[in-house]
């Protein structure tokens, strides 16, 4: 059998149908298949190369690292010097406030932790989280996502949940002394790239420091310049009292993170010990990959560039077939007619080498979140080739 059969029938499936391209090569803002095709990567593996694939900088530091050491203990139990270096790093560009970081191995380990840590630092059991938001698959992350259609299969999930609406005013009514934390985007994702609305993020902050509940922003698929600043809750005019961080944190490689403060962090090392313990979290190679995208994202001063990228790129999706495009740096959504019409575009686009995909909860909109890398001839590209298929439909 072929490494198509084989995958078939030997790697769990997620769908009954995958794209199935089977891609021997990437770098920089492309990747290239068994038969030799190149494709230009308009997502970025979901928002995870946002210095593009494969950057030389990362893959010496994997190189480097895994020469000197790789697993050694479980996590926090060792002075690992690619963790001490990242998380002084990371927190070295955050405020005073989020100085604390404990590393996982992806964004939904993070969202985990994080909803543990809330749970354990205010004493309370309620969580708020919002419609159409996507946390991750595993059960607690589940249970804060936002769509009952994924949820609802895998019923009873974590009790205390209350689902609010993004944006709107009166959900804030429903933030009360019992609720541990408000778990929210800085900017929704799956659902189609929606910004909140200044004064309602505002609202939502202040409201939480009323009545005492953490604040927890999601900034696993948006933050690390994804938006023209290293943090989308810049823009916001807002601090978090958590941060969760995933996707790109690793440069490629498997790393997510719950950033806070030392008090808050600190309730994790008592009643009980080791309240919240990881094998493999914070893996000395991937913290090693982490921290060199991370120099690399601020100083080739790659996120300077995003927003005119951002602002070529709605200069040329110009097509009557597209309702709206809605962004916020390279994060967009290209609303269509339908899902229907969306997948026969994003077939043609693959068909036509340039890799783009569709968003869980807003399926009739194509995803752009290319590495921050993309250049201006490429931008040009991706949109013509994205408006002939429009043609084509």
Not at 79 to 93: I, N, R, Y
Request: charged share 20%; net charge negative; with cysteine.
């Amino acid at each position: 059998m072929n490494n198509r059969q084989l995958f078939l029938q030997h790697v769990a499936q997620t769908s009954d149908a995958p794209l199935a391209l089977e891609i021997v090569k990437a770098e920089g803002m492309y990747m290239w298949d068994a038969g030799g095709k190149q494709y230009l990567d308009l997502i970025a593996g979901i928002s995870v190369c946002n210095v593009g694939h494969c950057h030389p900088a990362v893959v010496k530091a994997i190189q480097e690292q895994a020469q000197q050491y790789m697993h050694l203990l479980v996590y926090g139990e060792f002075v690992q010097s690619p963790q001490v270096a990242f998380a002084t790093a990371l927190s070295g560009h955050l405020p005073e406030n989020l100085s604390t970081v404990y590393f996982t191995n992806s964004g939904a380990e993070a969202v985990e932790g994080a909803m543990k840590l809330a749970k354990r630092y205010t004493g309370r059991t309620e969580i708020a989280a919002f419609n159409r938001a996507y946390h991750g698959s595993t059960q607690g992350a589940l249970s804060i996502l936002g769509d009952e259609y994924w949820r609802n299969a895998y019923r009873p999930l974590l009790p205390g949940i209350h689902h609010l609406e993004y944006n709107d005013f009166r959900s804030l009514d429903a933030i009360t002394d019992k609720t541990a934390a408000v778990i929210a985007e800085s900017i929704q994702g799956e659902g189609g790239v929606i910004v909140p609305q200044p004064e309602w993020i505002h609202a939502l902050r202040e409201k939480c420091t009323a009545t005492g509940t953490l604040l927890i922003l999601d900034e696993i698929q948006c933050g690390l310049g994804r938006n023209g600043t290293l943090w989308a809750f810049e823009q916001l005019g807002i601090i978090p009292d958590i941060l969760l961080l995933g996707k790109a944190l690793g440069g490629g490689m498997p790393l997510g993170a719950f950033i806070s403060s030392h008090d808050i962090m600190w309730s994790l090392t008592n009643n009980p010990v080791l309240g919240h313990i990881t094998t493999f979290g914070g893996h000395p190679v991937n913290c090693a990959a982490g921290l060199a995208s991370f120099n690399a994202l601020l100083e080739a001063d790659i996120i300077k560039d995003v927003k005119s990228k951002e602002q070529l790129f709605l200069q040329h999706l110009k097509h009557p077939a597209i309702k709206a495009v809605r962004s916020k740096g390279l994060m967009m959504a290209v609303e269509l007619e339908n899902f229907a019409v969306n997948k026969k575009t994003i077939d043609y686009c693959i068909e036509h080498g340039i890799l783009t995909d569709w968003f869980l909860f807003a399926p009739e909109c194509m995803r752009i979140a290319p590495p921050l890398i993309i250049t201006a001839e490429e931008i040009i590209k991706a949109c013509k080739v994205i408006c002939d298929g429009l043609d084509n439909v």
